[in-house]
């Protein structure tokens, strides 16, 4: 299992941020999602013989924009 964190800085509110989480806790591969409180960051728990971080990192950038749509 691997661990990557993303900013998400652009995001402007907690409850998007929420939104975020539970969209990506979805996706196959992810095993645990979690905001890192007061940093603007997630950190994502994930297993990279299932879902790649690349993947992850598109994926998010995705969900950040949808947010804002």
């Known amino acids: 299992?691997?661990?990557i964190q993303f900013s998400?800085?652009?995001v402007a509110c907690s409850g998007c941020i929420g939104n975020i989480k539970r969209?990506?806790?979805r996706?196959?591969?992810i095993e645990k999602v979690k905001v890192l409180a007061g940093s603007g960051k997630i950190?994502?728990?994930f297993n990279e013989a299932i879902i790649e971080?690349?993947?992850i990192n598109c994926t998010i950038h995705k969900l950040t924009r949808r947010t804002f749509d």
Do not use: D
Request: hydrophobic fraction near 30%.
């Open 1 to 3: 299992m691997s661990i």
């Open 53 to 55: 971080s690349e993947e």
């Open 27 to 29: 996706y196959q591969g």
């Open 8 to 10: 998400l800085n652009e």
């Open 23 to 25: 969209k990506i806790k």
């Open 43 to 45: 950190e994502i728990n």
